[in-house]
């Protein structure tokens, strides 16, 4: 199933875990997997905590301290930052899904990471019924 996002910034995670949600209970998933993927080049897709803004602060931060926008890159689209951050980060996660609900933790949420905004983005969602 294909969802559209749309990001507003040049970097931002956006939380996703709703669309997921809600597409597991539209789809009457009782048990299985849904794999998330994000079919960009500059973009991801990670689970991480969701009760502290600061982590996804530091975790940007740390991205751009260690691939910042104006290095020293071959590739002369301008947006070489972006391709190596989305490299690390990845393009899909997978988690279970058990008695129609995603086994997350407490305080874990899907992102989407956008690493060359803002842009029209896309998602997949991939449930696997057990």
């Not at 260690?66 to 490299?87: M, Q, T």
Request: glycine share 6%; aromatic share 8%.
């Amino acid at each position: 199933m294909e969802h559209n996002i749309r990001t507003v910034r040049e970097q931002e995670f956006v939380r996703i875990t709703h669309i997921i949600r809600k597409t597991v209970q539209n789809r009457n998933i009782k048990d299985g997997i849904a794999v998330i993927f994000v079919p960009h080049t500059t973009a991801g897709v990670t689970i991480n905590e969701s009760s502290d803004s600061n982590v996804i602060i530091d975790i940007l931060n740390s991205l751009n301290k260690n691939f910042p926008v104006r290095g020293d890159y071959f590739h002369l689209e301008g947006n070489s930052h972006a391709h190596i951050k989305a490299s690390l980060i990845g393009p899909s996660v997978s988690i279970i899904i058990e008695k129609g609900r995603l086994k997350l933790g407490t305080w874990q949420e899907v992102y989407f990471c956008e690493f060359d905004g803002p842009r029209n983005r896309k998602i997949f969602i991939k449930l696997i019924e057990e």
